[in-house]
């Protein structure tokens, strides 16, 4: 008797796993081969060969692209090669990426960009925010861009409790974003086991000097975030249920939710165009490979743009999908006046006209 009641938990306990198995491919697109659709007037840009995981615009035409990012989960191509922003100006007819300098006694040798945000003071001084994983743990890093000698200035770093792993920031007043987590365990098997069991323990925290809170939680991987230019909304992405969440602000900056979109592929960084307020996603069509990078085999690429995002039925077109021959796990699309740029987690960066 005792050895069936064995044998009967044996065999549950291998249903229930396989099970999970299966949920968790499907929740990765494992099985999912992207659909081409293609961009005219498109070339790689020189220099960034070793991942563009976040820009950001500012309103002149200049980009900022955080770059060689290494982190648990993720092929690098360049491992002796610490992290660097860089900058393109899109006014350029054929635009160059240059690596910005860093003064004011910044550690470059432990730099590890991630998600980045740009604030204009009331002044028009330029702010760079980075999330940075120096050793692997998470700072945000504020740097002062100076225009002229096209470098950065470090100015401070922030660290508290409530921004670990931290995936992404927006900024949206002097010293106050909000952050995105995107996983709880720190170590990437217990990651595995996180997204395998499809725990939802990550969150948004909002930071300013005087207050730091918990303002979303319940994400399953909480990814890129950005605000509406009229700064009501706040806008998360969770890559791993495949949904972008629309949050209302308040003046407390508490956020409370309005509406969730939910896409067919893997929504990493947000960016919202100031001008007509659409959201474009860079987004992983199968996050599968990107874990199990196969050079034969390797991750495609897709963008996604999301029109009337408040409207009942929102307009959601795929702008650009590859399958990786030319490009390997966009992680964000910014457009500038009829252009795109696709940056990556780990691989190269295109620019197109649109
Ligand atoms: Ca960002
Ligand atoms: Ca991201």
């Known amino acids: 008797m005792a050895k069936l009641a064995t044998w009967i938990l044996l065999g549950t306990g291998l249903a229930f796993l396989g099970q999970k198995f299966v949920t968790f491919r499907e929740k990765m697109n494992a099985s999912r081969e992207v659909v081409p659709v293609e961009l005219q007037n498109c070339h790689l840009i020189e220099k960034l060969e070793n991942g563009s995981e976040d820009i950001d615009i500012l309103p002149s035409g200049l980009a900022f692209i955080s770059t060689g990012l290494k982190y648990p989960g993720v092929p690098d191509f360049a491992p002796g090669e610490t992290g660097k922003i860089f900058l393109i100006d899109l006014n350029e007819q054929v635009p160059r990426a240059q690596a910005l300098k860093i003064s ?48 950065l200035t470090y100015l401070k770093t ?9 995936n992404d920031i927006v900024v949206v007043g002097p010293e106050q974003f909000y952050a995105t987590r995107d996983r709880y365990f720190a170590s990437f098997p217990l990651v595995l086991l996180e997204m395998f069991f499809d725990l939802h323990w990550t969150y948004v925290t909002f930071y300013s000097p005087s207050e730091v809170k918990l303002v979303a939680k319940g994400f399953g991987t909480a990814n ?97 999908a590859n399958n990786g021959s030319v490009l390997q796990g966009s992680s964000v699309a910014a457009v500038y006046n009829g252009k795109i740029l696709i940056g990556t987690v780990f691989h190269r960066a295109l620019y197109c006209v649109l």
């Open 224 to 320: 890129g975030i950005t605000v509406s230019p009229d700064q009501r909304y706040i806008y998360v992405a969770d890559i791993r249920d495949k949904k972008i969440y629309v949050m209302e602000k308040h003046e407390n900056w508490d956020l409370t939710q309005l509406k969730v979109l939910q896409l067919e592929t893997l929504v990493d960084n947000l960016i919202v165009d100031p001008t007509t307020g659409d959201i474009w996603a860079g987004c992983h069509p199968n996050l599968f490979k990107l874990m199990h990078y196969n050079p034969e085999d390797p991750p495609g690429s897709e963008v996604l743009r999301i029109q009337n995002v408040l409207a009942d039925k929102p307009t959601v077109s795929t702008v650009y």
């Open 158 to 166: 922030i660290k508290h409790e409530l921004l670990k792993c931290v």
């Open 104 to 151: 004011g006694g910044f550690e470059e040798a432990l730099f590890n960009p991630h998600g980045i945000s740009t604030f204009i003071g009331k002044d028009g001084t330029v702010y760079l925010y980075v999330v940075n994983h120096p050793l692997l743990e998470s700072t945000v890093e504020i740097f002062k861009f100076e225009e002229q000698q096209r470098s």
